[in-house]
């Protein structure tokens, strides 16, 4: 077995990092930090353990996506809703993965396609979340729709997010939009600040395929799990599909999503 070990620059989860790597390799398990993960030759016999919160198991997740490998992450940051394994728990979790006391998850994710005037065509996946937004200083985002080759509307707004059932519990979510089992086979387009009442949330099918096309002039972002990947002009077009490739979550124990609804955002409580 080999274990990846994945972490942003912070100078204390260096330490933990290291401190984690000495007590995989007393145990016999070879351990890859970096780019080392990527380029690992067996990685049928590869986990990746994600040291930080949900955005650094975000970063660990795409890595693991691309190598077809599980991923677990271990909450060294403030949240950690998407991580399963808690700082004190960390050396326990680790002596658990090598026993292979272990189950995988799999979930959906989402197949974006750009299609531009001015550039060759590009594809980029999303684990959470893909987001179209305006400059704070430009004009409304001006939208056309389509679902599965036909025109659905005609929309005005701030921007919109289209998430995977993972990601229904990030942006989407702050915006109004419901909460998706994650391992539901759907994805989800949710509005940022619409100027109509009736652009309520819409859930679609793994077969939709939703494409949307640029209407407006003025600077817009596109982002991918939070990071920003590409700058929008009118008349691109962004085509939304269910990605072939499934997330490996591995986990330790059941897990009761609705329980960590509950512990990380009060939801049933009161």
């Given amino acids: 077995m080999k274990i990846g070990i994945f972490y942003l ?19 016999g398990v070879e351990v890859l930090f970096g780019s080392d993960i990527l380029n690992s030759k067996d990685s049928e016999q590869t986990i990746i353990m994600s040291l930080g919160g949900d955005g650094t198991f975000l970063r660990a997740a795409h890595i693991g996506l691309k190598m077809d490998v599980p991923v677990i992450g271990v909450n060294l940051g403030n949240l950690g809703f998407l991580t399963d394994v808690e700082a004190r728990d960390l050396f326990d979790a680790a002596e658990e ?72 519990t990030a942006y989407s979510l702050s915006l109004g939009g419901p ?27 793994n077969n939709d395929r939703v494409s949307v096309r640029i209407d407006s002039d003025n600077l817009l972002y596109l982002l991918r799990d939070g990071e920003e990947i590409l700058h929008l002009k009118k008349f691109d077009r962004l085509l939304f599909q269910k990605n072939e490739n499934y997330l490996k979550i591995l986990h330790l124990k059941n897990k009761n999503f609705f329980d960590v609804l509950n512990k990380k955002f009060g939801w049933g409580y009161g």
């Fill in 9 to 27: 620059n912070n100078g204390t989860i260096k330490e933990t990092a290291n401190e984690l790597a000495s007590f995989l390799r007393k145990k």
């Fill in 97 to 168: 993965v090598l026993k292979g006391t272990f189950f995988i998850e799999k979930r959906m994710t989402l197949k974006m396609t750009y299609f531009s005037e001015e550039s060759d065509e590009k594809e980029f996946v999303a684990i959470n979340d893909f987001v179209i937004q305006r400059d704070i200083k430009g004009e409304i985002l001006s939208t056309e729709v389509f679902v599965n080759g036909m025109n659905s509307g005609n929309f005005r707004s701030d921007g919109m997010v289209i998430s995977t059932p993972t990601g229904s």
């Fill in 179 to 205: 909460i998706i089992s994650p391992l539901s086979d759907v994805y989800l387009l949710t509005f940022i600040a619409p100027h109509k009442l009736t652009a309520r949330p819409v859930v679609f099918s």
